[in-house]
């Protein structure tokens, strides 16, 4: 498919031949027939991406900051690494299409193929001719409007979120500050609401399309003496709200809208602006400041978008969905007129003509408001199905031997931070194919770690027989079962924790297990618990090698706080806190003692106050050789202490491993202290050891029930914390 993409480094816009996105369970695929350009949104992308490092560095303070914490954890070779890698995809652009429902993910009955519907969401309703909608991003379009004017709906589900924070009852008078695209929607808002309405904006022709729209009166503010026509026009006493739309670093239209406003009025700001109140006419007026936020209610809650959960009516009576659904209506109607508001109207193959017509400068600057994408008619179903893989051109003339022929399945921001640079720079290894969900995920991968193909379809790369080996670095919930199709297919499989979400899941590998040896052969299965094999770690194995004692183990993790809604909090697509991220200490303390859990006992922070903690546990883990371990994991710490300690004693000894990057051993009254420079946590070393026993015909350099064992033991955390009890397993 076609797809309108920018570099993020330079800025270029180009239309690319990408993948499309793989369907998915609550979301629709979309024909797209058009989408808008947000001018003033996408202009600012692309001056921003145009921008020199410096001048970005400059602009983002928090950004450069979080790159220097990078550099001291993990080094200047791999930060580099990482944000050049970053600087090198490229983004998509454009959040607001229409287009035909071709395709159904699992659970959808309000839509059908067929459909006509209007899509939003930065990320979702790009400038492609094909997109992957989450149901809540989706509307059905009415039958009185055309698809053209429909594309429209995103912005004016901004527009209209706007005038609901303004809260205007009739009769009310109200200013709207910039007349681009989205203050000509709120102009035309405000009147169906039965407002008048004065517009206002430096620009004389957007001046004279808000008198076209129906502004009652609209104000050149250079020109114009637009504090005096506003006094007549309300009497003195002021305007009742005013409606910032505008974009511009200036201070100008927040110090305007303070002495516009009326005692006790509103201010609502859409746009973009300077941010500093003059306290004078906010405090002594009393106003009431407000921010509205994008198209409603659910704008930028996955649980909301992604996981497709409404808010009750009752509730919430206007969200982002009912907004896209309000205006449509209000189209349908005749009150909103878009048609009025399109300047524009480019194929999607001259789109770079539409970006240029938004960049341009100086007298060749050509006035545009409204600029519509047009993707033609054309069925597209059959195409949509078959294109969801891209070949690549090999960057080498003389590709070497490999014995290792990689497909990669998942490449998010940790496969391509702490994977993929390891196994680019590995001789043995050929990378063939990438699979993402996202086509110009998979591209961007491909193209910078050196891909044969990109592709959206999971088997293109289970099922390929050129390749022998499967990476998967996908959300936990595909785990299991992708490794278990891998393997039944042959294939030696690394796939990142957990190994599985279920005991079902887990059931399924372990008979898969069990078959192999009987046949005796059988793919290697490693599951990417990186801390066994970081080189403080084999150091301390060396260090115990004597040890006839069990040992006593404390582990202390300042995991910090995450957000309820994240995906990993999900316990279907994450498996939770314990599953997803607990497991990795599990197995340290197993490969540490040599030993198997055999009883747990897990507790969760007492509610304070009310105040629930369910991120922060305490485990105890009994081992068969009488070793006992502790993982105290944290989410109430302070952000500076590092995340990792772990304390070891056995035998007459003692070890003290800080975030895998100091360790001290104590022997006789004497210690030793070993340091690098930044934290190695054993990604190289796992990666490099999953290769060689590749390469070499070795067994997996972790077996199978250790794998097992250590996802056995977080399932008996889970049942601890629910019962109240020690677990044996």
Request: charged fraction near 25%.
């Amino acid at each position: 498919m076609k797809q309108v993409t920018q570099h993020n480094k330079t800025g270029e816009i180009r239309i690319e031949s990408l993948p499309i996105s793989a369907l998915k369970a609550g979301h629709v695929l979309v024909k797209v027939r058009y989408s808008l350009i947000s001018a003033g949104t996408e202009k600012a992308s692309i001056s921003q991406r145009k921008a020199s490092l410096l001048e970005k560095a400059k602009k983002n303070p928090e950004l450069v900051k979080k790159v220097l914490d990078q550099v001291r954890l993990y080094g200047l070779v791999q930060t580099y690494r990482r944000v050049k890698t970053q600087l090198e995809t490229r983004a998509s652009l454009g959040y607001s299409a229409s287009g035909v429902v071709i395709a159904l993910g699992e659970g959808l009955t309000e839509f059908k193929v067929g459909d006509r519907v209007a899509c939003a969401g930065a990320g979702y309703a790009s400038h492609a001719e094909y997109i992957l909608i989450p149901a809540n991003l989706c509307c059905k379009v009415p039958k009185a409007v055309d698809l053209d004017e429909a594309a429209y709906t995103t912005v004016g589900g901004i527009a209209l979120q706007g005038v609901r924070q303004a809260e205007p009852t009739l009769g009310e008078t109200i200013a709207v500050i910039g007349l681009g695209l989205v203050g000509q929607l709120t102009v035309q808002l405000l009147k169906a609401n039965g407002c008048t309405v004065i517009g206002i904006d430096p620009d004389q022709g957007s001046v004279k399309l808000a008198k076209e729209c129906g502004a009652d009166a609209a104000l050149h503010r250079n020109n114009g003496d637009v504090k005096n026509v506003v006094r007549s026009m309300t009497k003195g006493a002021g305007v009742d709200a005013v409606i910032i739309t505008a974009a511009t670093p200036s201070n100008d239209p927040v110090e305007l809208a303070g002495d516009l406003c009326r005692e006790k009025g509103r201010v609502v700001l859409v746009g973009d602006v300077g941010l500093t109140l003059p306290r004078a006419p906010y405090f002594l007026k009393e106003l009431d400041f407000r921010l509205s936020r994008s198209i409603g209610p659910g704008r930028y809650d996955p649980i909301y978008e992604e996981r497709g959960h409404d808010y009750p009516l009752g509730y919430v009576r206007w969200s982002e969905n009912r907004n896209m659904q309000e205006f449509l209506r209000n189209v349908s109607t005749g009150a909103i007129d878009v048609r009025r508001l399109t300047t524009h109207r480019f194929v999607i193959d001259d789109a770079k003509s539409a970006y240029s017509l938004i960049s341009a400068r100086g007298e060749s600057k050509e006035r545009y408001i409204g600029i519509l994408l047009d993707y033609g008619e054309g069925e597209g179903r059959h195409d949509a199905r078959e294109a969801r893989r891209i070949e690549l051109p090999r960057t080498s003339v003389v590709e070497t031997p490999a014995k290792v022929k990689i497909g990669f399945v998942g490449a998010g921001n940790f496969a391509q931070g702490f994977l993929l640079p390891h196994l680019r720079q590995d001789s043995s290894v050929s990378l063939v194919g990438v699979c993402t969900a996202n086509g110009l995920n998979a591209a961007n991968v491909a193209r910078n770690f050196g891909f044969g193909f990109a592709t959206t379809e999971a088997r293109e790369v289970l099922e390929n027989e050129t390749m022998n080996t499967v990476f998967i670095a996908t959300r936990h919930n595909l785990h299991a079962r992708l490794a278990l199709e891998a393997l039944r297919a042959g294939k030696n499989v690394f796939v990142e924790k957990p190994l599985a979400l279920t005991r079902d899941e887990l059931k399924e590998l372990q008979a898969f297990h069990r078959s192999g040896r009987k046949e005796g052969s059988r793919p290697i299965l490693l599951v990417g618990f990186n801390r066994r094999f970081a080189p403080h770690t084999q150091q301390v194995a060396r260090f115990f090698e004597e040890a006839v004692g069990p040992f006593v183990l404390n582990y202390r993790v300042n995991a910090g706080l995450m957000p309820a809604t994240h995906w990993t909090r999900d316990p279907k697509e994450g498996g939770g806190r314990i599953i997803g991220e607990i497991c990795h200490f599990v197995d340290l303390l197993q490969y540490c003692t040599q030993a198997r859990p055999v009883k747990v006992f897990a507790e969760p922070l007492s509610p304070a106050r009310g105040v629930k903690d369910d991120d922060s546990v305490v485990v105890t883990i009994k081992f068969d050789d009488g070793s006992v371990g502790t993982i105290t994991y944290l989410a109430n710490g302070d952000v500076s202490l590092p995340k990792e300690r772990l304390e070891l004693s056995s035998t007459g000894r003692s070890a003290v491993m800080d975030n895998f990057q100091h360790l001290t051993l104590y022997q006789q009254g004497k210690k030793r202290e070993f340091k690098f420079s930044n934290i190695q946590k054993g990604h190289k070393e796992e990666i490099r050891a999953f290769l060689q026993a590749i390469v070499n015909g070795q067994p997996s350099p972790v077996s199978f029930e250790n794998l097992a064992l250590t996802t056995l033991t977080t399932f008996a955390i889970e049942d601890s914390l629910r019962l109240g009890a020690p677990v044996h397993l």
